[in-house]
C-alpha cells in the first residue's frame, strides 16, 4: 500500500487517542482530522486494488471534488438554516463548541465539507471494484421521456418547497429532490447517471453508493459522538429514539445521500469540459488521462 495510507490510517489513531486523551485541540479539530485520515487510507485502498485513485493518477479531478463538496454542502447547510431571511432558524442539525475565532471556524467548516465528497465516492469506488465488481446484471429498466421530465418536476418542487415552507418535517425531501431532478438531467445530458445505468442492466455504481452512505453515515455519526466540536439532531418523527447522536430513522437518509451527492457533482462537473468517456468509474477521469486511453484504445474496468 502506498505510504500516505499508512499516514492515514496512522492520522485516524492518534486523533482517537487525543480526543480520549482530553486535548482540546483535537477536540475542537477531531472531524475534518479524522476523514483527512479516512480520505488518505481509502485512497491508498483503492490504488491498490484498482490501479488509479483520486491521490495518485486523478490529481486533476481530486480539486474539483473538493470544491463542489464545498459547495453544495453549504447549499444544505442553507436549507438547514436559511440565513437570508431566518438566521435563527436551524431546522434539522445543530453545531455545538464550534472554533470561537471566526475565521478559524470558517476554516474548520470548509475543511469538514470538503472530506465529504472524497470519502463517500472513494469508498464507493473501492466497493465497486471489490464487493460489487462481478455482480450480475439484471433486466434493463427503461424510463420513457415522459417519465424523466416528470422525475424532473418532482426534483424541483421538492427543492423548491422546503424553501418556502419552514417545517422538520421535510428532511426527507433534501435528500431525495436533487436525485430527481438532476439524474434525470444527467442522462439526457448523455452523462453518467443512475438512470443510464439502469437502462443497461447495472446497478453496481447504484449499489456502491448506496452502500458507502451507510458506511460513511455510520462512521459520521461514531466520530461526531465523542468529538468536542459537533452536531446534534432534532426531528419529529422518533427524534428521541438515537444511535449515538442520530434518531434511528435518520441513518435511512444516509444510503440516498450518497447518490444525491453523486449526481450533483456529475451535472457541476458536466459545466466544465465534453462528454467524458464512461469507464464505470464513480469520478471522472482528468481529460488528458482519458485521451491517452482514447488514443490506445484501452478502456478500463
Same mark, same amino acid.
Given at each position: 500500500?502506498?505510504? +500516505?495510507?499508512?499516514?492515514?490510517?496512522?492520522?485516524?489513531?492518534?486523533?482517537?487517542?487525543?480526543? %480520549?486523551?482530553?486535548?482540546?485541540?483535537?477536540?475542537?479539530?477531531?472531524?475534518?482530522?479524522? /476523514?483527512?485520515?479516512?480520505?488518505? !487510507?481509502?485512497?491508498?485502498?483503492?490504488?491498490?486494488?484498482?490501479g488509479?485513485?483520486l491521490?495518485?493518477?486523478?490529481?486533476? #479531478? %481530486?480539486?474539483?471534488?473538493?470544491?463542489?463538496?464545498?459547495?453544495?454542502?453549504?447549499?444544505f #447547510?442553507? +436549507?438547514n438554516?436559511?440565513?437570508?431571511?431566518?438566521?435563527?432558524l436551524?431546522?434539522? /442539525?445543530?453545531?455545538?463548541?464550534?472554533?470561537?475565532?471566526?475565521?478559524l471556524?470558517?476554516?474548520? +467548516?470548509? /475543511?469538514?465539507?470538503?472530506?465529504i465528497?472524497?470519502?463517500m465516492?472513494? =469508498?464507493a469506488?473501492?466497493?465497486?471494484? =471489490?464487493l460489487f465488481?462481478?455482480?450480475?446484471r439484471?433486466?434493463?429498466?427503461?424510463?420513457?421521456?415522459?417519465?424523466?421530465?416528470?422525475?424532473?418536476?418532482?426534483?424541483a418542487n421538492?427543492?423548491?418547497?422546503?424553501?418556502? %415552507?419552514? $417545517?422538520?418535517?421535510?428532511?426527507?425531501?433534501?435528500?431525495?429532490?436533487f436525485?430527481?431532478?438532476?439524474?434525470?438531467?444527467?442522462?439526457?445530458r448523455g452523462?453518467? $447517471?443512475?438512470?443510464?445505468?439502469?437502462?443497461?442492466?447495472?446497478? @453496481?455504481?447504484?449499489?456502491?453508493?448506496?452502500?458507502?452512505?451507510?458506511?460513511?453515515?455510520?462512521l459520521?455519526? !461514531?466520530?461526531?459522538y465523542w468529538?468536542? $466540536?459537533?452536531?446534534?439532531y432534532?426531528?419529529?418523527y422518533?427524534?428521541?429514539?438515537?444511535?449515538?447522536?442520530?434518531?434511528?430513522?435518520?441513518?435511512?437518509?444516509?444510503?440516498?445521500?450518497?447518490v444525491?451527492? /453523486?449526481?450533483?457533482?456529475?451535472?457541476?462537473?458536466?459545466?466544465? $469540459?465534453?462528454?467524458?468517456?464512461?469507464?464505470?468509474?464513480?469520478w471522472? #477521469?482528468?481529460?488528458? #488521462? @482519458?485521451?491517452g486511453?482514447?488514443?490506445?484504445?484501452?478502456?478500463?474496468?
Open positions: 500500500m502506498k505510504l +500516505y495510507g499508512y499516514i492515514g490510517l496512522a492520522i485516524i489513531f492518534v486523533a482517537e487517542a487525543l480526543l %480520549f486523551a482530553g486535548n482540546q485541540f483535537a477536540g475542537r479539530w477531531f472531524t475534518p482530522i479524522v /476523514w483527512t485520515g479516512y480520505i488518505l !487510507f481509502s485512497d491508498a485502498l483503492v490504488f491498490r486494488v484498482r488509479r485513485s491521490l495518485t493518477t486523478d490529481r486533476i #479531478e %481530486f480539486p474539483i471534488i473538493i470544491i463542489v463538496s464545498i459547495a453544495c454542502w453549504w447549499l #447547510e442553507f +436549507y438554516a436559511p440565513r437570508f431571511w431566518r438566521s435563527d436551524e431546522l434539522w /442539525w445543530h453545531y455545538h463548541n464550534l472554533e470561537p475565532n471566526p475565521y471556524r470558517r476554516l474548520g +467548516y470548509d /475543511w469538514a465539507f470538503a472530506t465528497f472524497p470519502a465516492f472513494l =469508498t469506488q473501492l466497493l465497486r471494484v =471489490t465488481k462481478k455482480l450480475s439484471f433486466r434493463p429498466l427503461y424510463l420513457s421521456r415522459a417519465a424523466l421530465y416528470l422525475m424532473i418536476i418532482l426534483g421538492g427543492a423548491i418547497v422546503p424553501l418556502v %415552507f419552514f $417545517s422538520a418535517w421535510l428532511a426527507p425531501v433534501i435528500w431525495l429532490a436525485i430527481f431532478l438532476v439524474d434525470p438531467i444527467n442522462y439526457l452523462w453518467p $447517471s443512475i438512470i443510464g445505468d439502469l437502462q443497461q442492466g447495472d446497478c @453496481r455504481r447504484l449499489f456502491s453508493l448506496l452502500s458507502a452512505g451507510g458506511i460513511c453515515g455510520i459520521w455519526e !461514531f466520530w461526531n468529538a468536542l $466540536s459537533k452536531w446534534t432534532t426531528v419529529p422518533l427524534g428521541s429514539v438515537k444511535i449515538l447522536e442520530m434518531p434511528v430513522l435518520g441513518y435511512l437518509g444516509f444510503p440516498p445521500f450518497a444525491e451527492c /453523486w449526481v450533483m457533482y456529475i451535472f457541476l462537473r458536466s459545466l466544465l $469540459s465534453g462528454k467524458p468517456l464512461e469507464t464505470g468509474s464513480i471522472i #477521469e482528468p481529460l488528458k #488521462e @482519458r485521451v486511453k482514447i488514443f490506445l484504445g484501452v478502456v478500463p474496468e
